[in-house]
């Protein structure tokens, strides 16, 4: 079946660095990648969608400058997390779209960022 | 703003089947209704998706009336390890008419002995 990882499965970073999180495609091309945040006990909210080539779209809210995406191939995407501060600390997860099953979304495992 | 909505939480007993409803009267005229499971610290699990009417898999059944408003997954014989959040997964269509993917607000299941 469709895996994807994410990578690192948890982080701690202090306030004001940046932190990369990864998200891949393992075994199926993703021409369409989706970023979402999760603080606890929440439901999960999109922050941005990320087509293959080209600039994210972001969602209302979302600072674009704040959290960098990029799609750079069909198998990879990451998500920079800029000056972090501790009420960025939260649950992080992508999910990829097949190019071939275009109604399923799969998801990743999550990353857990922690801003001290 | 289109919303989503599910009941916050539902106890059930093992061997009980358990249905879980999701409202969703803004959904986009040609997207499809999707229901997670996810586990506390893990990402969403994918349990069944459908259009309309009914869908059955190994798991689950996913029942759609004819407006598409709702959703009600359904969950037969539930044991201890069923215990989880349930998220319903739409797109809707906002006022502006932009489509928005959109999770609902998730159903806290507890199966007790």
């Known amino acids: 079946g469709a895996v994807v990882s994410q990578h690192p499965s948890w982080v701690i970073c202090k306030s004001g660095t940046s932190v990369k999180i990864e998200c891949r495609s393992l075994?199926?091309?993703?021409?369409?990648m989706f970023w979402y945040r999760q603080f606890p006990k929440q439901s999960l909210m999109l922050m941005a969608t990320?087509?293959?080539?080209?600039?994210?779209?972001?969602e209302q809210g979302v600072e674009k400058d704040k959290f960098l995406i990029n799609h750079a191939s069909l198998t990879l995407s990451t998500l920079t997390v800029t000056s972090a501060h501790p009420e960025d600390s939260s649950f992080y997860i992508c999910s990829a779209r097949d190019v071939q099953v275009t109604n399923e979304q799969y998801f990743g495992p999550g990353t857990r960022l922690t801003v001290t | 703003l289109a919303k989503t909505t599910q009941p916050i939480s539902m106890d059930s007993y093992e061997g009980q089947e358990v249905n879980i409803t999701c409202s969703h009267n803004?959904?986009?005229?040609?997207?499809?209704i999707t229901w997670y499971q996810q586990f506390p610290s893990q990402g969403p699990r994918f349990i069944i998706q459908?259009?309309?009417t009914k869908v059955t898999n190994e798991v689950a059944s996913l029942f759609i009336p004819a407006d598409r408003k709702s959703s009600t997954l359904s969950l037969p014989r539930v044991s201890l390890s069923d215990t989880a959040v349930y998220y319903c997964l739409v797109a809707s269509r906002e006022d502006t008419g932009r489509r928005a993917l959109t999770f609902g607000s998730g159903t806290r299941l507890q199966v007790q002995p």
């Open positions: 075994d199926f091309q993703a021409t369409t």
């Open positions: 803004n959904i986009a005229t040609n997207d499809y």
């Open positions: 990320s087509n293959e080539g080209s600039k994210a779209t972001y």
């Open positions: 459908g259009y309309k």
